[in-house]
């Protein structure tokens, strides 16, 4: 995992992003499943639930950036089918700084994958405000 912390105001395209590793159990897959009430055959099959690439994300993103932040948009490519009890690994870089209306953004670009094949499973795109800017404006 990532062991340099870095503020927001630190971070610039090109700061790396991850590592983040983590196995989602069969359980929790079909927890994530169940609570958008989705029965499909790939979850019996085993599938990862793909919108689990917006968590890994944030999770991925905090191993960099611990501050308090808000998801402003994300974008999610599911390139392949992922089984649940395989390692994931999540990791990416920040692609865009920038001010809009008085706040600072960055954009994130995030790959995850299974341990041992790099191709990806998911590609998610995320932009990220801190959360102090926005208890900072009238």
């Not at 169940?34 to 790939?42: E, F, L």
Request: net charge positive; aromatic share 8%.
């Amino acid at each position: 995992m990532h062991s340099r912390s870095t503020g927001f105001s630190e971070l610039a395209p090109g700061t790396p992003i991850g590592p983040f590793s983590v196995t989602v159990s069969t359980a929790a897959n079909e927890r994530y499943w169940r609570t958008v009430g989705a029965d499909h055959p790939a979850l019996r099959a085993g599938a990862l639930y793909p919108p689990l690439a917006a968590n890994l994300t944030v999770l991925t993103f905090q191993q960099t950036c611990p501050e308090a932040m808000i998801q402003t948009r994300q974008r999610l490519v599911c390139h392949r089918l992922g089984r649940a009890g395989t390692e994931l690994v999540s990791e990416g870089t920040v692609t865009a700084r920038y001010e809009k209306r008085g706040r600072a953004y960055v954009d994130v670009t995030v790959t995850v994958s299974t341990a041992g094949d790099a191709s990806p499973l998911w590609t998610s795109e995320v932009t990220f405000t801190p959360a102090a800017t926005l208890e900072a404006r009238p």
